[in-house]
């Protein structure tokens, strides 16, 4: 009796940003995450009883169809709900949907703009709240990303990625992947779109080595990862859209610019992607990409994350 009376008051265990973790607690998810993929055909069910609501107040197909597959898989149930379909989409509060929701189910996705939504769910829920992106970050996407990098070039520690184009959420959750896995970030973005200054000085404090340069050519210098992602954010309005494409025309990840990275470098792009946009055909098409594995690895990355939440 007294262990379910402590099992219920233990604090839940949110998955919200990289930051919040040490490296070997990363490294300990990632290597659940092989092992789940490893064992993807087991018919283990370690979930099995267990509801997961996912809540998409913004678009999503990867992200919606792998915690999905993954919670099935698993032997538990999903409830995808949009805002638009719930109260909060009129107006009930976070914290009553926080509280009504942690009597129904075992734990909660949210993919929101506003991040102090995620903050709030988290600090009102009695049950873990995964993060599905907010406008400032995009953990499970990195998860997965780093994932997909050792698998096809070994431990990234002590390796050089670059980021070209925007410096946007999934920036952000790269540059905290940086401190915590012990890579090289070198960021290569205009002035007016650069990585978000919290992130930079939080990097800086915990000795990172992410450095920025406005040079695309400079940022992919023997680098052995490439990664980028769409302009135009979920968050950003459209109205800006001709003045950020002329910003970021340069950054555009080409064949050219690959040809400056190491010659085995992968490309990664968390996708939706867009050709001749962010990415030239040649590139997200062609010998180096990996980004199919890396949209494949969302699933096992969250199987990882799931199985660490639902303890
Ligand atoms: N990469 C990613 O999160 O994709 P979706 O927006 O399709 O979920
Ligand atoms: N930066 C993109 C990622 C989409 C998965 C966005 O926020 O729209």
Redesign the pocket.
């Known amino acids: 009796m007294s262990a379910v009376i402590e099992l219920r008051s233990a604090a839940p265990r949110h998955f919200l940003d990289l930051k919040d973790f040490s490296g070997a607690e990363l490294r300990a998810l990632l290597d659940s995450a092989a092992q789940f993929k490893r064992t993807r055909r087991s018919g283990k069910k370690p979930l099995a009883g267990r509801t997961l609501a996912l809540i998409f107040e913004k678009p999503s197909t990867r992200t919606r169809v792998s915690f999905e597959v993954a919670m099935r898989e698993l032997g538990g149930d999903v409830i995808t709900l949009s805002s638009r379909d719930m109260q909060l989409g009129r107006g009930e509060s976070i914290s009553d949907t926080a509280n009504v929701l942690s009597r129904y189910v075992d734990a909660i996705m949210l993919r929101t703009g506003a991040a102090a939504k995620l903050h709030e769910l988290a600090k009102h829920a009695s049950v873990p709240i995964i993060n599905g992106?907010t406008e400032l970050s995009?953990p499970c996407?990195i998860m997965a990303d780093i994932l997909t990098f050792e698998e096809h070039r070994g431990p990234i520690g002590g390796q050089a990625i670059a980021w070209l184009g925007d410096g946007?959420?999934?920036a952000t959750s790269f540059i905290e992947a940086a401190a915590r896995f012990g890579f090289s970030l070198r960021l290569g973005c205009p002035e007016a779109h650069g990585p978000s200054r919290d992130a930079l000085a939080w990097a800086k404090a915990q000795g990172a080595d992410v450095t920025v340069t406005t040079d695309p050519r400079a940022a992919v210098a023997g680098a052995r990862g490439v990664v980028t992602?769409?302009w135009l954010?979920?968050?950003d309005s459209p109205d800006d859209a001709a003045e950020r494409f002329a910003a970021l025309g340069p950054y555009q990840v080409t064949p050219q610019l690959m040809a400056l990275a190491a010659p085995d470098a992968v490309f990664l792009h968390?996708l939706p992607a867009h050709r001749g946009e962010e990415v030239a055909a040649a590139v997200i098409d062609g010998p180096a990409s990996v980004v199919f594995d890396e949209a494949e690895n969302r699933l096992h990355a969250q199987k990882a994350i799931l199985a660490w939440c639902l303890g």
Do not use: K
């Open positions: 992106l995009h996407q946007n959420n999934v992602d769409t954010s979920m968050a968390c």
